[in-house]
DNA sequence: CAACTGAAAATTGTCAACAATCTGCAATCC
DNA sequence: GGATTGCAGATTGTTGACAATTTTCAGTTG
């Protein structure tokens, strides 16, 4: 994976329609939480903010319900999906088995390059850690789990892994994520990378599930302080 | 889960709006077959065939779009979608770990009356095999898996399961799924069986992991056999 | 004063028409 | 003759209008 092509307007215009333009706004609209979980969505409200008509706007947000970020009610509208600590929990499952995976393949797979890459992120989380800039380690976090599906080198791995990754998103807008530990997370990338680069693929497998349980229990924790 | 509360034809019209239909229907169009992979999907054709107007069936579309189901390109419309034999490995290395984890929890949670439920399908299956009814196996098969996925208790994986089994059934329609081995696949259902009951988590999850894994090999050597 | 009734307003569901683009084919040009 | 151009015809993209339903809220009633 080079640089991307970097798209002009014009390609982008030309290749993809509204809907699809308006399904990715709206998507960051969600994921960055100015619609939050639960929230109504207008639709002639997002129209007049687009500047198109309601159809693309419908379009879009029947894509968005298949995807999981929004649920639909018949005559009552859509709304952006609340998830709870059980949801969560059935995606945290199924994560795990997928990090496993995950770990396995990038180990298999995964070129000198490519590995170089995880290290310069995790000391660039490392950075962050000692920094304690918790904005800019979670964004590097996201980023390293982007990085690692992708190396896997399995298409429909990296679209099924952010599918569950965005509605997980989703959970940690209700401020619930991140039991305080994300310096202990660090250490955790690191043994992963570690068994990665030493080509170990159970290992890599195993520490990256384990990671991901760990995740799971930090939400937990948060989770019980605040929640039911 | 006891029986389906069996929804009247009035609150199936109350409840799902015609584009939830509309999906519905097409996606059997495209399972079925009637809608053979590669091929162009004409919304006005749709319309007149469902008695509605081009706006729902776009809705629809743009669903299945996202669930994969279907491609779409700008001003060309859109084509049910190909599944080439790289693809279908990929869904596969997904559904491996998948079956591993649904292993476990079945193991972990079904039922008595959900284990015998089990064990009724398989001698179904049985019954298919030593009438030579392949038409019959393959459905009791689909069934049977979607029983399994179903006991494991997690919503949010069967969703996930369902969707990538919708997308290697394309593949199926191409003919070259299915080795011809299944009577070997029973024999493999039966040892799933039998973890399960026995609540051997480990065992359950390491059998259905390979389970698919035959089945890959089984699509391999069909694809091998007519294919790149 | 709480509960109900019913009309107005807001919102979603559906449609039919129009604009933009692609496809196929015949006419034209070199 | 082969490539190019230009024109129907078909198909998709988008829009604005209208129908159906829900929500809101003032007025009424017990």
Redesign the pocket.
């Known amino acids: 994976m080079p640089l991307a092509p970097a798209p002009t307007t014009l390609q982008l215009v030309?290749t993809n329609?509204?809907?699809a333009l308006v399904y990715a706004e709206i998507e960051q609209l969600i994921l960055r939480g100015e619609l939050a979980s639960g929230q109504?969505?207008?639709?002639?409200?997002l129209?007049l903010r687009f500047?198109?008509?309601?159809?693309?706007i419908?379009?879009a947000?029947r894509a968005l319900e298949e995807s999981g970020l929004v649920r639909?009610?018949?005559?009552?509208?859509?709304f952006v999906r609340e998830i709870s600590v059980a949801e969560a929990d059935e995606i945290y499952d199924i994560r795990e088995a997928l990090d496993q995976l995950i770990g396995c393949r990038v180990a298999e797979r995964a070129t000198p390059q490519q590995i170089r890459e995880l290290k310069t992120a995790v000391a660039e989380m490392d950075e962050a850690t000692s920094l304690k800039d918790v904005k800019r380690y979670h964004a590097l976090n996201l980023k390293f789990h982007d990085m690692i599906v992708d190396f896997a080198g399995n298409a429909r791995l990296t679209e099924t892994y952010r599918l569950l990754t965005k509605e997980l998103l989703l959970f940690r807008l209700r401020g619930l994520q991140d039991g305080g530990g994300f310096a202990v997370s660090n250490t955790e990338h690191k043994a992963v990378v570690k068994a990665i680069a030493a080509r170990d693929s159970v290992l890599a497998g195993d520490l990256l599930r384990r990671h991901a349980a760990e995740s799971r229990a930090r939400m937990h924790k948060a989770a019980g302080r605040r929640d039911e």
Chains 1, 2 share one sequence.
């Not at 109504?40 to 409200?45: K, L, M």
């Not at 500047?51 to 693309?56: A, Y």
């Not at 639909?72 to 859509?78: D, F, N, T």
């Open positions: 030309q329609s509204l809907p109504h969505v207008n639709e002639s409200e129209a500047g198109t008509s309601r159809g693309p419908r379009e947000l639909s009610e018949k005559h009552r509208g859509v």
